[in-house]
């Protein structure tokens, strides 16, 4: 059995490889050649959300699956486009700017399937939202961590980490900061976040990855029972490793805040 950080650092030092696991998944591999051989006929956005496999595929692929029963509000999305003044602009969550961009039917009209941004760049992203959703099947704590590495490097203020649940649950777990905090004033919890985390420090590659240790450690130390076996979509199988880690050692070999 491994634990979380362990578990975390095998798919990420191996993230290449991890994708192309998951994209040759016959499943991954179907969807995604459908997307590619029918997102270029698209037109319209009565077009695209008529097709339900190409509209699921899509708002995947972006983080905003939960949201395919949402027709009327990711269709104002689409509609309003990406303007300063947009619906999708106004929204705290960036994923609906960053869905109206990559689709702006607004700006582009009928050729907004024709672009570059719309082929390889999502099917791309569909593979990396896949393998945090498998990795989270085996530990809920490695897809929280590969959530965040992938989320660090645009993080520019307290409140996207405070409006982001995946996000703020990284940030209390590193910290032990009790759920119940979430019910202080924004502000001052937004002061919190930036007494404890350099957020410039997440653009730094060697010291996110110090960051996430921290967290691995602390998820696996709340939730001992999730040591799991190497996810097959790393290996191709379930392989069981067995590996001694003294977590305390680890975490009192980093400075409280993260700096």
Same mark, same amino acid.
Do not use: C, H, W
């Given at each position: ?27 991954? =591999? ?19 959300? +008529? ?22 509000? @990711? ?53 990396? =939202? #896949? ?5 989270? =099947? ?16 645009? @993080? #520019? ?11 703020? +649950? ?20 937004? +002061? ?14 060697? +010291? ?52």
């Amino acid at each position: 059995m491994i634990n979380t950080m362990t578990s975390y650092k095998l798919i990420s030092s191996n993230l290449t490889r991890s994708l192309t696991r998951v994209a040759a998944e016959p499943v991954v =591999q179907r969807d995604t050649d459908y997307y590619l051989k029918n997102i270029g006929k698209v037109k319209t956005i009565d077009d695209f959300m +008529k097709d339900d496999r190409l509209y699921k595929y899509a708002l995947k692929a972006i983080g905003l699956e939960d949201m395919a029963f949402a027709k009327a509000f @990711i269709r104002k999305v689409l509609t309003e486009g990406t303007g300063k003044d947009s619906f999708a602009n106004k929204l705290t969550d960036k994923r609906y700017l960053e869905f109206a961009t990559t689709f702006d039917f607004a700006k582009l009209g009928d050729k907004a399937t024709s672009q570059p941004a719309v082929l390889k760049p999502v099917t791309d992203k569909y593979a990396r =939202q #896949t393998l945090e959703k498998e990795a989270g =099947q085996d530990n809920e704590g490695v897809r929280l961590a590969l959530y965040f590495a992938r989320k660090a490097p645009t @993080i #520019t203020n307290a409140y996207e980490i405070l409006g982001d649940k995946a996000l703020l +649950k990284v940030f209390q777990t590193t910290f032990s900061i009790p759920t119940q905090a979430s019910n202080m004033d924004i502000d001052r919890q937004a +002061k919190m976040v930036t007494d404890k985390l350099d957020l410039a420090s997440l653009k730094d590659p060697a +010291k996110l990855e110090k960051f996430l240790t921290r967290f691995t450690a602390m998820y696996e130390m709340n939730n001992p029972s999730t040591a799991s076996t190497i996810p097959s979509l790393l290996f191709g199988g379930d392989t069981t490793i067995g590996i001694s880690q003294n977590i305390l050692t680890i975490l009192q070999s980093f400075k409280l805040g993260g700096r």
